[in-house]
C-alpha cells in the first residue's frame, strides 16, 4: 500500500508560483509511475504532468508546458510540481497518483494510489 500526502497548494496572484509536494510512505523510485492530476469545479480531472517509474521522459499537458515542472527528491520519497506564471485557470483541487505499472501513464484511472487533494486558488 502507498499513502501520498500533497501540501504546499493556496491562494495566489495571477503570474505567480507555486510548489506543490507530494510525499510517499515509502520510496518511489524505480517502484511506482506518478503523475500530477488536477479537477476545477464542474470539470473532469485531467492530467497534468506525469513520469514513469524508470524516471524517464516526462510528459505535460500542453496547458502547462514551460510554466510547470515535475522534479522528485528520492531521498525524501517527495514528487514535487514547481508551478509558475500562473493563470485563473489552473484554478483547481491538485492530486498526485501512484501507478504500479511500468509505463507512462496518462489516464486517471490507470492510477492505483491517490493523495487527497491540495485546493489551487489563482485570483487577484
Known amino acids: 500500500q502507498l499513502e501520498l500526502v500533497e501540501s504546499g497548494g493556496g491562494l495566489v496572484q495571477p503570474g505567480g508560483s507555486l510548489r506543490l509536494s507530494c510525499t510517499a510512505s515509502?520510496?518511489?523510485?524505480?517502484?511506482?509511475?506518478l503523475g500530477w492530476f488536477r479537477q476545477a469545479p464542474g470539470k473532469e480531472r485531467e492530467g497534468v504532468s506525469c513520469?514513469?517509474?524508470?524516471?524517464?521522459?516526462?510528459k505535460y499537458a500542453d496547458s502547462v508546458k514551460g510554466r510547470f515542472s515535475l522534479s522528485i527528491d528520492n531521498a525524501k520519497n517527495t514528487m514535487y510540481l514547481e508551478m509558475n506564471d500562473l493563470k485563473s485557470e489552473d484554478t483547481a483541487v491538485y492530486y498526485c497518483?501512484?501507478?504500479?505499472?511500468?509505463?507512462?501513464?496518462?489516464?486517471?484511472?490507470?492510477?492505483?494510489?491517490w493523495g487527497q487533494g491540495t485546493q489551487v486558488t489563482v485570483s487577484s
Open positions: 497518483a501512484g501507478a504500479l505499472g511500468p509505463k507512462l501513464y496518462w489516464d486517471a484511472d490507470e492510477y492505483e494510489y
Open positions: 515509502r520510496g518511489i523510485l524505480d517502484r511506482y509511475g
Open positions: 513520469i514513469s517509474r524508470t524516471g524517464g521522459p516526462i
